[in-house]
């Protein structure tokens, strides 16, 4: 749909104030605002949540509306220090090697009005953790653990771990909390929470509504309502910025026309080519290794992304505990990669059986043309490859295990935040043979990562580097290639600073009027 100029919007406003005027006393709401309610704030996605349910909620597209919106996790992490500060917790402590003990916010309720105690934080824990739902956030943050969770008395969660768990308090912050009354056998679409925003509607394939939580338990944020919608087009999303109709565009591009309005961050994402290395030709490593020399890092950076971005030699950006200062990127080398597809070819490896290059809609600005590129350089290196573009839903078979039965040899073009902020988070569901974004892994090396994970301080800082060190020439199963910037279009009505969480959780509560724009904020 082409945008109405804004010209166009008040020729409409004063004739129908007119007609109003000729009529019988009515009012026209808004004239003032183009139409729309000043305390509403307009957010457009590139794509439709497929789900709000809080355990998928480490999946990007449901997370941005969902974490602490609608739903609270009981610690949240600081993404510029770091640091965890209390949520729906106020304390917590390592009570024994395998246990710790968190004590729950008295006073808080839930949108629908029931109380929230501490029996609510073990059901969700429980839920996300033990279920049989298959919940992301399972996967993602705590991999085949099981955790013995209790509620002795009604301020206090108890939660033991198979083996000492250091970052148990981080892991946790990534769990959202729900009513003990939510099903434990089926997922939610719309669920509910403690959290400043409650759902109000959703218009399946038009909007989404969010109305402010009226007894939330914190800060009363400034917006009565949030209204989300989605274009595919980053050009689309800026242009309903620049022209007054949405206050804010995610994920937008350098040449897609937000200007002035364009607000750069630094996020945590970075993009890589996942290689599901157990089918002809990409279980021989020769063949994942010539991915990797055909990449041409630096020229995606500097001629797709416009410089916004930084070329990647491994899954966490600096800043994320375990990143390889050392570790060098992967050469642009076409001609080795073709010698190693041609040695590969004479020993017998079928190197022209059809590679499936699978990427997902919208998931970052010019996502087609670096599929497009990609499938270029594999071709002239003698491998045959085949793009398939597809929505959230279908790419996510192909992102978690298990992926479709006779998929075939497939590469997966991935975006991996660590909002976490520590490896574990990306090793664990990435590089370890079970993860539940893993395509390949080997006993040796999950060794590796487990002996990682137990460790503190600095020891764990080296072991995860030298996770990433080996993980090339021992599994081979990325050709990385960026740390993104995120860009972010914001209507200068609003007063909101993106941060490196922004691109997996985008706070409502955060976002003010930038001056006296709304004379309600009941």
């Known amino acids: 749909m082409r945008p109405v100029p804004r010209r166009t919007q008040r020729t409409l406003a004063v004739l129908s104030a007119a007609l109003c005027t000729a009529t019988a006393g009515c009012t026209v709401a808004n004239t003032a605002h183009g139409g729309y309610d000043p305390n509403t704030l307009r957010i457009v996605l590139p794509q439709e949540p497929p789900t709000l349910e809080p355990c998928e909620s480490s999946l990007t597209s449901t997370g941005v509306v969902v974490r602490s919106n609608i739903t609270e996790p009981l610690i949240e992490r600081d993404p510029g220090t770091g640091d965890l500060q209390p949520?729906?917790?106020?304390?917590?402590?390592?009570?024994?090697?395998?246990?710790?003990?968190?004590?729950?916010?008295?006073?808080?309720?839930?949108?629908?009005?029931?109380?929230?105690t501490a029996a609510d934080a073990a059901f969700s824990i429980d839920r996300a953790v033990n279920s049989d739902l298959q919940c992301n956030v399972d996967g993602y943050v705590f991999g085949d653990d099981k955790l013995d969770v209790s509620a002795p008395d009604e301020h206090t969660v108890v939660v033991g771990t198979p083996k000492p768990d250091p970052i148990l308090p981080l892991r946790i912050s990534f769990v959202e909390i729900v009513p003990k009354t939510t099903?434990?056998?089926?997922?939610?679409?719309?669920?509910?929470?403690?959290?400043?925003?409650?759902?109000?509607?959703?218009?399946?394939?038009?909007?989404?509504?969010?109305?402010?939580?009226?007894?939330?338990?914190?800060?009363?944020?400034?917006?009565?309502?949030?209204?989300?919608?989605?274009?595919?087009?980053?050009?689309?999303?800026?242009?309903?910025?620049v022209n007054d109709e949405a206050d804010i565009g995610t994920s937008v591009g350098p040449e897609d026309g937000a200007e002035e309005l364009g607000v750069p961050f630094p996020n945590n994402e970075t993009t890589a080519l996942r290689i599901t290395a157990t089918e002809a030709p990409l279980n021989d490593i020769r063949i994942r290794h010539a991915i990797n020399y055909s990449v041409n890092?630096?020229?995606?950076?500097?001629?797709?992304?416009?410089?916004?971005?930084?070329?990647?030699?491994?899954?966490?950006?600096?800043?994320?505990?375990?990143?390889?200062?050392?570790?060098?990127?992967?050469?642009?080398?076409p001609d080795k990669a073709k010698h190693l597809v041609d040695e590969a070819r004479a020993d017998g490896v079928p190197v022209d059986r059809q590679i499936r290059l699978i990427g997902r809609n919208s998931q970052f600005p010019k996502v087609t043309e670096t599929v497009e590129v990609i499938q270029n350089?594999?071709?002239?290196?003698?491998?045959?490859?085949?793009?398939?573009?597809?929505?959230?839903?279908?790419?996510?078979?192909?992102?978690?295990?298990?992926?479709?039965?006779?998929?075939?040899?497939?590469?997966?073009l991935i975006m991996h935040g660590n909002q976490a902020g520590d490896a574990a988070?990306?090793?664990?569901?990435?590089?370890?043979?079970?993860?539940?974004?893993?395509?390949?892994?080997?006993?040796?090396?999950?060794?590796?990562?487990?002996?990682?994970?137990?460790?503190t301080g600095q020891q764990r800082q080296g072991a995860y580097a030298k996770v990433f060190?080996?993980?090339?020439?021992e599994i081979g199963q990325f050709a990385y290639i960026a740390h993104m910037t995120g860009v972010l279009a914001k209507s200068p009505r609003v007063d909101y600073q993106p941060n490196s969480a922004t691109g997996d959780e985008m706070r409502l509560s955060q976002m003010t009027f930038a001056g006296t724009e709304s004379s309600d904020k009941q």
């Open 87 to 116: 949520l729906l917790a106020t304390q917590w402590r390592q009570t024994s090697p395998n246990q710790w003990t968190f004590t729950t916010r008295p006073g808080v309720t839930f949108s629908d009005g029931t109380p929230f």
């Open 183 to 241: 099903s434990m056998a089926a997922k939610v679409r719309e669920p509910i929470g403690t959290g400043p925003y409650a759902i109000e509607k959703w218009d399946y394939g038009q909007k989404l509504v969010l109305h402010r939580n009226e007894t939330y338990w914190g800060t009363k944020p400034d917006f009565a309502r949030a209204e989300y919608q989605w274009r595919s087009e980053g050009s689309v999303r800026a242009a309903m910025v």
């Open 297 to 333: 890092r630096t020229g995606i950076v500097k001629a797709l992304f416009r410089g916004l971005g930084e070329p990647a030699s491994q899954l966490i950006p600096e800043g994320v505990v375990g990143y390889n200062k050392d570790l060098p990127l992967w050469p642009y080398d």
């Open 377 to 412: 350089e594999l071709a002239k290196i003698g491998l045959n490859v085949k793009i398939e573009m597809m929505d959230t839903a279908a790419q996510l078979q192909y992102q978690l295990q298990p992926f479709p039965a006779n998929a075939g040899p497939f590469i997966a």
């Open 425 to 455: 988070f990306s090793v664990d569901q990435y590089m370890r043979s079970d993860g539940a974004q893993s395509a390949y892994g080997t006993p040796a090396f999950d060794a590796k990562i487990e002996q990682a994970g137990e460790l």
């Open 469 to 473: 060190a080996d993980e090339p020439s």
